[in-house]
């Protein structure tokens, strides 16, 4: 086999990988995010997740950018992972499509539709179009590659070295061992497939010994999904858990059957007599015979990546109430405690918000500012679950003490989460500060630390076990010196400005940060006024 050949066949694969690319892109593209929305919104049961997963695999051509986004879903908290099996099992089904328009073998024609493909693409005006040709382009490359890929691979019949190396290939073992690396390497089952399609069609290989790789690329293109939830969630590492799981399982079905009918055989007989075609035909039919098998056992599935994967996340565990309970039914006094703890970590959020807010403004952070984010989700949360809680609690039988009590801190819970929307503001200040290059004097630091002091005393303050009255007393008197001091700090600003010691966008923030602290001052002496 000469060099040239050799150089051919690279330059062949390169062609129909490229062209797999653009089409697919180009397909997405003219998408749009449509099928993002149809992959969100059409779950509501299991069935339509099988034909949504099927219809938006194929139209994209790949399994693996469906499995991405459904595992970004499930991350984002937007579809449970009882929903994305359906969705994986069709993408597995729609995938299969790239391989039966290989098999159509219009090679001959390749660069005609790549020449449609460049004009719409070039001279069209309308952007659709555009996607539409890019696409075509695509499909014109991948046949043209993959006519390229057989030529170069022509000589290999004569080569014993070559034909003894694919028979080996009729071990299952080595067979779903080699699929799985190749596609694995290349992250693309599609792709895999047309490469082995190629080989195929200059009969080095038998259909035995390509269904084994069949089986492997499979369990290869899972890698995909498995990189993009490293680093997610949990629920996350769940779904693609469950795409491993169900080709693995469909595999050992496909292998065990292999040696009990005449699977190859089976598939020759209702095939075309041709090598690309029967490979389409197999793969097509193990996708879909794996999801008929693993339809009924769909929620199984997923109940064993929970147990393979167990635990929550920690963003979980802080979305979530943790004393109270709304499935048990106390009665009232019993019902306030869980009430007052869960307020009390509410606060404790609150008071690491703050904190991390105020930690900005000298060293800017972007994790720190990214937390708090996520933090005000979370205090928010909370707030909605508590206040409704305290609502349908009023409903118990109570003397009016205790019904005062659980109003009182249906106000203290709404005050934490206006303190959560003031620390955000302050991170929003800290982060204008930083993307602007905007610097505040040593003055104003001391300034900000001294009220910053005087706050997070009053945080411990409503946190600790102080008598209310003298709790009480001590609010009062820390939020009346911040009100002071706040109101004595934005003269001394105005007349750095004045000096020209500070700028004016420097002297904004600067106010927006003292207006914020004020609030928070305020909110925290409401809510230790209020606490019993």
Known sequence: MSINYFIELLGGLALFLYGMEMMSSGLELVAGDRLRVVIEKMTSSFFKAILVGTFVTAIIQSSSATTVMVVGFVNAGLMTIYQAVGIIMGANIGTTITGQLVALNISTIAPIIAFVGFLLNTFSKNKKKRYIGQAVIGLGFLFMGMQFMSDSMEPLREYPGFVTLMTKFD???????????????????????????????????????????????????????????????????????????????????????????????????????????????????????????????????????????PGIDKEQEEMSLQYINKNIVKDAPATFTDVKAEIRRLLEICNENYKNSVSLLRKF??????????????????????????????????????????????????????????????????????????????????????INELIEKMFNSAIGELDKDERVAFLRESNELVQKEASQFRNNHMLRMREKICNPESGLLYEKTLAAMERISSYISNAGKLAI
Do not use: W
């Open 171 to 309: 071990n299952p073992i080595l067979g779903v061992l080699a699929g799985t690396i190749i596609t694995a390497i290349i992250q693309s089952s599609s792709a895999s497939l047309g490469i082995l399609q190629a080989i195929a069609n200059q009969g080095v290989i038998p259909l035995q010994s390509s269904m084994y790789i069949i089986f492997g690329f499979n369990i290869g293109t899972c890698i995909t999904s498995v990189l993009s939830s490293v680093g997610s969630s949990k629920n996350a590492k769940r779904t693609a858990l469950v795409h491993v799981l169900f080709n693995i399982i469909g595999t050992i079905i496909f292998v065990t059957l292999s040696f009990i009918i005449p699977i190859d055989k089976i598939i020759m007989n209702f095939s075309r007599d041709l090598p690309a075609a029967q490979i389409a035909n197999l793969h097509t039919a193990f996708n879909v015979a794996t999801t008929l098998m693993l339809f009924p056992f769909s929620k199984k599935l997923a109940d064993l990546s929970f147990k393979l994967i």
């Open 365 to 450: 952070d972007e994790e720190v500012y990214d937390k708090i984010f996520r933090q005000e989700e979370v205090i928010n949360y909370l707030n909605k679950e508590i206040s409704a809680f305290i609502i349908d609690s009023l409903g118990l039988a109570m003397n009016e003490t205790t019904s005062a009590n659980f109003a009182a801190y249906l106000r203290i819970s709404r005050d934490m989460e206006r303190i959560g929307d003031h620390s955000k503001n302050i991170a929003e200040v800290a982060k204008l500060k930083e993307d602007q290059k905007l610097e505040f004097t040593d003055k104003t630091f001391e300034e900000l630390k001294e």
